[in-house]
C-alpha cells in the first residue's frame, strides 16, 4: 500500500573493507573449484562449506533490501529479513547521536544482563549477545567486538563502532533501544513526528 506522506530512506553502509569479504569468498570458490576437479569431497567441504560462511558473512555486511521508510503511522524499519513498524504512539523518544554515543549504547546494552563487562560465564554471554543482537537488529553499520575466552568463562570488552557518522537512537514505550542507521540523519530526524 503506497502512502502519500512517505518518504524513503536508504541505509549507511560500510563497503569500504567489503572487498576483503569479496577477496576471500573468491578464493574459497576458486580453491574449492580447484580441489573438486582432483577430489570431490575435499571440494564440496573445501569450497562449499567455507565459501558459503564467507557468503553468509558478506549478505550480512552488505545487508541487501534494507532500508527506512516515515509515513504517518512511523517508522517502518527494514534489515534483511526482519521488519519492523515502530508505530508513532509507540515510540517514547528519538534522537541523531554520534558513533561514540552508540558505542555506549552497545556496550549498555551487554551490561544489562550481567551488571558489568567482564568476565561472564557462558549464559550470561549468550544473554548479553541477545540484548546487543536487539539494539543492533535494524542497524546496517558493523560493530567490532573484542572478546576472549579463558577456560569456561568469556571476558567480553568494550565494543566500538567500525565506522565514523551518526546513528537514530530510537527508545520504543517498553523502555527496549534500537540503533537505526540512514544515510542522511538529519532529513531522517526532519521527517520525524514524535
Known amino acids: 500500500m503506497a502512502l502519500e506522506n512517505t518518504t524513503y530512506f536508504k541505509v549507511r553502509r560500510k563497503l569500504k573493507q567489503a572487498w576483503f569479504f569479496y577477496a576471500v569468498f573468491g578464493a574459497l570458490t576458486l580453491g574449492g573449484a580447484i580441489a573438486f576437479f582432483f577430489n570431490h569431497t575435499a571440494g564440496w567441504v573445501f569450497g562449499g562449506c567455507f565459501g558459503g560462511i564467507i557468503l553468509l558473512m558478506l549478505l550480512d555486511h552488505l545487508s541487501p533490501g534494507s532500508y527506512y521508510l516515515i509515513s504517518e503511522y512511523g517508522i517502518l524499519a527494514k534489515r534483511m529479513f526482519s521488519k519492523h513498524l515502530f508505530l508513532w504512539e509507540g515510540i517514547k523518544s528519538i534522537a541523531k547521536i554520534n558513533y561514540q554515543k552508540a558505542a555506549v549504547l552497545a556496550n549498555q546494552a551487554q551490561m544489562a544482563e550481567t551488571g558489568a563487562i567482564g568476565e561472564m560465564d557462558i549464559a550470561q554471554s549468550i544473554q548479553a549477545r541477545k540484548q546487543l543482537g536487539k539494539l543492533l537488529l535494524y542497524c546496517t553499520v558493523p560493530f567490532v567486538f573484542s572478546e576472549y575466552s579463558a577456560g569456561h ?17 530510537l527508545v520504543n514505550q517498553a523502555g527496549a533501544s534500537y540503533l537505526l542507521s540512514p544515510e542522511d540523519c538529519d532529513r531522517f530526524m526532519e521527517q520525524v513526528k514524535v
Open 153 to 169: 568463562e568469556t571476558a567480553v570488552s568494550k565494543t566500538k563502532a567500525a565506522t565514523q557518522g551518526e546513528f537514530i537512537h
